[in-house]
């Protein structure tokens, strides 16, 4: 695991297995408008297919429903009056096909190393962060359409 550290937060960047990367979407769970659009707006202009929903309980039934169609999930910690994101993470672990899509973290909330523990997540960023940390996590299991107007960069 690597810790970054920038003039946002922190960002902690779990080493992932040597293992191919991944075609397909990214489910981005934020419950915040502003965040969530421009989040998928900015990895869409990056090459990056990306279905965005407001909770974490439509998140879970999108990748429930078809969790081979996604290659990443980019999850909000602390989501509004729906299922949590820790709750949604821990039913992500349970089951092994939800669990093999790497997980990223977003937070705007400390939260201590040893609560970070049980939920395994592939990537970790405390908000505000920039976007090409972001970009930098996502590249290491994505892999861009192309189709992006700065995928090439």
Do not use: C
Request: hydrophobic share 45%.
């Amino acid at each position: 695991m690597v810790r970054m550290s920038s003039p946002e937060r922190t960002a902690t960047i779990r080493r992932p297995p040597l293992r191919p990367l991944r075609r397909g979407e990214i489910l981005l769970i934020e419950d915040r408008n502003d965040v969530r659009e421009g989040l998928s707006q900015l990895l869409e202009l990056h090459g990056f297919m990306v279905t965005d929903v407001a909770d974490a309980d439509h998140g879970m039934r999108e990748l429930a429903a078809n969790p081979h169609a996604f290659s990443l999930v980019v999850l909000d910690l602390m989501l509004g009056e729906s299922l949590g994101g820790v709750d949604f993470r821990l039913r992500q672990l349970i089951d092994p096909h939800l669990a093999a899509v790497p997980t990223i973290v977003i937070t705007a909330t400390e939260v201590s190393d040893d609560a970070r523990a049980p939920l395994h997540p592939d990537g970790w960023l405390e908000k505000p962060f920039r976007f090409d940390t972001l970009l930098e996590l996502v590249r290491r299991y994505v892999v861009p359409e192309g189709s992006g107007l700065l995928a090439s960069d």
